[in-house]
């Protein structure tokens, strides 16, 4: 089976030629001369308030919060999709989840669901990402780097029930075959069935019993960095996405009774805030292997989360995971890159995940692939000189259900401080100040009815042109 089409195949071949040659090794050495190692750590269900750095201040998140310290904080970093799936695939190919048409999460709803008592029909979305997309390891990949996966993947969900038999399946989709050297737990899986080992991950066998995956993961994220140093010290990228936060909710029994001893507001959940904990504990281990190293002023480290938390107190944002208000989308995300990123900075500037891929690609001299439309913009003119991104708005299409039901099918747009969110069972309209109201709770659709259908126009016309799939009426 042939793994990409011959147009990208041939474009991969050229790219490495015009980096750089190819030394005995068949490393690129363009790229160890010029290149910086990328670590992406993705959260799984991790909300915007839920690190110290962000405001939370019952929870102890140290090494996040000294990445913070070390680099920008952006306050206004958006997931590309209030699930996880579309996220993850737009973030491995900078298309946004519309134009990818990976619009829910891998599992999802029946194809053609409809939710009783309502007369939409949600679109058929794809459930995985297909091989023929070009992804950002591989582009990597084709430019020298050593490039490794850990944790949860969920761009494979495709089983031999489904209609096309002669197409390729899971476990043909995981990362090895997506530009991964090496893949540690990326699999169909939405969340582990266990944190706790045995694990029940079919590529992630425990080593010892009661091992937890966090501290397991982080070791294989350290291994990996290692054996590319040991080959010849080629340029690495590490896509780490945690399983961690994502149900269900387990952590050590000692991190759980320090919580149990603060519940409240800001711990409403003990067991939750212990796994935020465990997480950041397993980060910290990681980035101080990488300073150990002196790889520290070489490696570019990017923080975010796949959507808003699930069962999670989101205060000051409205709603949670599955909706397209600020708690559903509106995540954390952290950047460090010494001697390019001035540290102890914030930024509000919107930013969205296509935006991650942009900047990969910029921070390693690449272009994007030709047969890949970026929907995001590099940010590296932001971290290092704190210009002002050049773009109007960012977009938001959610036509489906989340695994709760709750939510209204609909599409998004934020413009400056002004969020429109357009929905589709009565086309309605609602019209956010989010300067002034980041909780979301007054409609100024009435009040500023041009500016609404404006930002509906502009949201109209965007939807048109990424060809984004439509709920549709039962007849």
Known sequence: MMKKTKTACLFAWLLTLCVGSTNASGQDTAANEKSPNIVLIMADDLGWKDLHCYGNEKLDTPNLDRLAEQGLLFTDAYSAAPVCTPTRAALMTGESPARLNITNHAGGHPPNFQKPGTDLITPIWLRHLPL???????QLKAAGYATGFVGKWHLSHRNRSDSDQDQPMEPELRPEHQGFDINI??????????????????????????????DRSADECIRFIESAQADGNRPFFLCWWNYSVHYPFQAPDDLIAKYEARKGPGVENPTYAAMIEGMDRSIGKVIKAIDRKGLGEDTLVIFTSDNGPFAANVQPLRAEKGYLYEGGIRV?????????????????????????????????????????????????????????LKRDSIYFHYPNYAFHKQNRLGSAIRSGDYKLILYYDDDSIELYDLANDISESQNLAKEMPEKAERLRSELQAWLKKTNASQPQRAR
């Open 185 to 214: 737990g990326g699999c169909r899986f939405g969340g582990p069935p266990s944190y706790f080992s045995p694990y029940g991950i079919p590529n992630l066998e425990g080593k010892t019993d009661g091992e937890y995956l966090p």
């Open 132 to 138: 023929e997309r070009v992804t950002l390891a591989e």
């Open 332 to 388: 954390p995300m952290i950047v460090r890159w010494r001697g390019h990123v001035r540290p102890s900075k914030q930024t509000s500037t919107p930013a969205i995940t296509m935006d991650i891929h942009a900047t990969i690609l910029d921070a390693a001299q690449l272009e994007a692939d030709p047969s890949n439309t970026p929907d995001g913009i590099s940010l590296l003119p932001l971290l290092e000189n704190e210009s002002e």
